[in-house]
């Protein structure tokens, strides 16, 4: 059953909510994770913001337009309140120093997983796409990518998932 009045009237609210609510900010392109400690991008903003921890408790300090300023406004509010907190690194011209990736595998089908603080091997069936297999949990990550090799190969999909090539010793070598 149709009530013409009542789809008028949530015709009317949607006109209403498009100019009332303003539309969300443009998504930034490209990197979203900072280089920095202390600095994350936030989308509602389109900003770095700059989060400080201390214990349990988490301090917002304030929004930046450029990721470096964000990062030194970090060190600078750390300095100021003595906190023991670990600082953005400088080098000897006084340039930040980025963080290195550690999260990032230089191998095929192994990645970080923080939640076990261990490389975690794994692969997509090529039944589904949204199934995966995991392989295992390794701390180090060169036992991950041959463990990654092996599962693949048994499972016969070398010719559908990258296997990590190998050098003459048998370890996995990273990918170009």
């Known amino acids: 059953m149709k009530f013409p009045k009542i789809e008028k009237f949530r015709r009317k609210i949607v006109k209403y909510r498009a100019i009332v609510?303003?539309?969300p900010p443009p998504r930034q392109p490209g990197r979203k994770t900072s280089r920095f400690i202390g600095v994350s991008w936030y989308g509602h903003t389109s900003n770095w913001r700059v989060i400080l921890k201390v214990g349990?408790?988490?301090?917002?300090?304030?929004?930046?337009?450029?990721?470096?300023?964000?990062?030194?406004?970090?060190?600078?509010?750390?300095?100021?309140?003595?906190?023991?907190?670990?600082?953005?690194?400088?080098?000897?011209?006084?340039?930040?120093?980025?963080?290195?990736?550690?999260?990032?595998?230089?191998?095929?089908?192994?990645?970080?997983?923080?939640?076990?603080s261990?490389?975690?091997?794994?692969?997509?069936?090529?039944s589904t796409p949204s199934k995966k297999v995991e392989v295992g949990y390794y701390s180090d990550e060169e036992v991950a990518a041959f463990f990654y090799n092996e599962a693949v190969i048994a499972a016969g999909l070398e010719h559908l998932r990258v296997v990590n090539r190998v050098d003459a010793s048998g370890r996995p070598l990273p990918k170009d």
């Open 21 to 23: 609510s303003p539309p």
């Open 118 to 126: 261990k490389w975690r091997a794994g692969y997509r069936d090529g």
């Open 56 to 116: 349990n408790k988490s301090t917002t300090i304030g929004y930046y337009d450029d990721e470096e300023q964000a990062a030194l406004a970090y060190n600078a509010y750390v300095r100021r309140h003595d906190l023991g907190n670990q600082l953005n690194p400088i080098d000897a011209n006084g340039k930040l120093v980025p963080k290195a990736n550690t999260t990032s595998s230089r191998f095929w089908g192994v990645s970080w997983y923080a939640a076990r």
